[in-house]
């Protein structure tokens, strides 16, 4: 195998996985290890940096980043990355004086964001220190987009969102509340330099076509309408059965503020097998903790209505049939299920719905209603015209739509620079020494043994009576603390200098997981067999050193390097050094990364 550069960043995709799995790349192990040294404050800024929204992110997010988290590969389960967001928003000081100072000096152009969603918010964030004038246009009385009018209160209390939304307002935005577009063509007469689009996938999906629908539609509602509609307070109950439709985390929030509203029997009732359901596992497991049934396997066949009056809905028996990897769904051939209902939610999924783009604008849009993009750049086939979040490629999540609108900011940079938006400039790396003295490290390499901490819940009896009572308690410091020692800090390198190496093997004895092998070069499949623990991950790179003085190379498995700093101790002659690598991703107007001052 060719030697591997430890400082490219294609490698360092392969090791520091929970930070690239992020869409935003959040510095996963430099905010995790602010926590362990209950620097909470500084821990908010590096996320705030690329997220945006610690504080709601550390409550709601989709958390992309622990599947990746290396603490994954030697237990069940990975280091809680999602919660411990959360323990450096509740415990941070004031931040005010860490956030963009303003006024910031006009730079003469002026940007309308239609949307006051996550994306558009990131923008607004990203634009409005280099001088931009933004003017953001939203239909809501408050911005936050959907994660105001789609999460409930009880997952994201209102005073979280408040607080992160206003973070960015502050910037000198100029904001038009209560204000429905319903005209692009309108937006782009009043001269705006450039246009981004933040409008999110409002459409909820319907069973239009079911029979029944129509004939009691007063008591059947689409999900996201009906959350939404509960947020603003234009709704207070619901009816004391309740049927869900959907298995996707709307569901799991619609059936549980259905609770909260009057729902003494409330049922989920999904086509899918349970296993195969959308929702996040651990939204499932706060769904069935407030006694919350979840059907599996039944396909919706009618509305049941008499005189009027919804009595609940018929539904077909079914099971999954597996052929050549694709699933079909096929009759148990039992009697259909009747399910009764005083009210029914369809939560089946989003659909993106731009009826104020005219089409004559020359604005293309693909076969799916979704507008066509530069993947890269998010720009639209009108060139000062940029999308991004759920409006750009369809429904997914909040830190997603946050790194959208981050790349998006990039290209409105750049083109209203008059440069090229495929010219972007390079992300903020680095490589920093962790040496100390002879056995110290400026981090913490001890290995926790710690399984993962469970974040307390508030009791049932009481939250069920409040829609608005947050049920997740969060960490504690104290157990925030012990949470962040589990993380193995897979941005700590290992960092092998060939010519100080005498072969002494000392490295490879004291490695507590035999993850470094001194052997004869060769081709990949058979050096991972050759080493003294077989390399059997083929998803992750080997760290392979140029070759010794003996002919001999330095092998080292990353999949289960523990970065605890032995070998570096051991070694007689600083061949070995642990070296922190920052990564941070391009910011328009390349603005100075949070992480270089910390």
């Not at 939404?228 to 109950?237: G, L, P």
Request: hydrophobic fraction near 35%; include cysteine.
């Amino acid at each position: 195998m060719k030697p591997t550069d430890i400082k490219n960043p294609e490698y360092f995709h392969k090791v520091v996985d929970c930070q690239y799995a992020c869409p935003a790349h959040t510095p996963v192990p430099e905010y995790i290890r602010l926590i362990a040294a209950e620097r909470y404050t500084e821990a908010y800024m590096v996320n705030w940096e690329s997220n945006v929204f610690p504080g709601v992110l550390g409550r709601t997010c989709d958390r992309p980043c622990e599947p990746a988290c290396r603490r994954g590969r030697v237990e069940e389960e990975p280091v809680a990355i999602c919660r411990l967001k959360r323990v450096a928003a509740d415990n941070k000081g004031d931040v005010t004086s860490f956030m963009p100072q303003g006024p910031f000096i006009p730079n003469g152009k002026k940007i309308a964001l239609i949307g006051g969603g996550p994306a558009s918010l990131t923008v607004a964030r990203d634009l409005a220190p280099l001088g931009y004038e933004v003017h953001l246009y939203d239909d809501q009385p408050m911005g936050g987009g959907m994660m105001r009018s789609q999460i409930p209160s009880f997952r994201l209390p209102d005073s979280v969102l408040n607080e992160e939304v206003g973070f960015v307002l502050d910037l000198g935005i100029h904001t038009h509340f209560n204000t429905r577009v319903n005209s692009l063509r309108d937006v782009l007469d009043q001269g705006y330099d450039a246009v981004f689009v933040g409008t999110g996938a409002p459409k909820g999906k319907d069973l239009a076509d079911l029979p029944g629908r129509w004939d009691a539609k007063a008591h059947v509602h689409i999900g996201i309408e009906w959350l939404a509609s509960v947020a603003f307070e234009h709704t207070a109950k619901i009816g004391k059965k309740v049927i869900v439709l959907g298995g996707g985390n709307t569901a799991m929030d619609c059936c549980r503020t259905s609770r909260r509203l009057g729902g003494e029997e409330v049922k989920v009732v999904v086509r899918s097998p349970f296993k195969e359901m959308k929702a996040s596992p651990w939204e499932i497991e706060d769904a069935l903790h407030e006694d919350i049934p979840i059907l599996e396997c039944h396909v919706p066949k009618s509305f049941v209505v008499e005189e009027g009056q919804l009595k609940g809905m018929m539904f077909e028996k079914v099971e999954a049939k597996y052929e050549n990897g694709r699933r079909k769904l096929v009759s148990t051939g039992e009697p259909d299920v009747f399910i009764e209902a005083d009210d029914v939610l369809v939560a089946i999924g989003q659909e993106n719905s731009f009826p104020w783009i005219e089409r004559d604008l020359g604005l293309q849009f693909n076969e799916w209603g979704l507008p066509v993009l530069d993947e890269k750049t998010f720009q639209s086939s009108i060139p000062n015209v940029f999308f991004g979040g759920d409006s750009a490629m369809g429904p997914k999540n909040v830190i997603t739509a946050v790194a959208q609108g981050h790349s998006a900011a990039v290209s409105i940079d750049l083109f209203c620079s008059e440069k090229s938006v495929h010219d972007r400039p390079s992300p903020y790396t680095n490589l920093i020494s962790q040496k100390m003295g002879i056995h110290e490290w400026i981090y913490d390499s001890p290995v926790s043994d710690d399984e993962r901490f469970k974040v307390p819940h508030a009791d049932k009896a009481l939250t069920l009576k409040d829609r608005k009572k947050e049920v997740e308690l969060g960490f504690s410091p104290d157990t925030g603390f012990k949470e962040a020692q589990r993380c193995l800090n897979c941005d700590v390198q290992t960092v092998f200098t060939e010519n100080k190496c005498i072969e002494c093997d000392a490295c490879m004895d004291v490695c507590p997981t035999s993850c470094i092998t001194f052997t004869v070069n060769g081709e990949e499949e058979d050096l991972r067999s050759r080493l003294l623990v077989p390399a059997d991950n083929l998803s992750q790179d080997l760290y392979v050193s140029d070759t010794l003085k003996t002919g001999r190379v330095m092998v080292k498995d990353e999949d289960v390097c523990l970065h605890c700093g032995l070998c570096a101790e051991r070694c007689p002659t600083s061949a070995w050094d642990m070296q922190k690598y920052l990564y941070s991703v391009t910011k328009a107007g390349c603005q100075t990364s949070v992480l270089e001052t910390i």
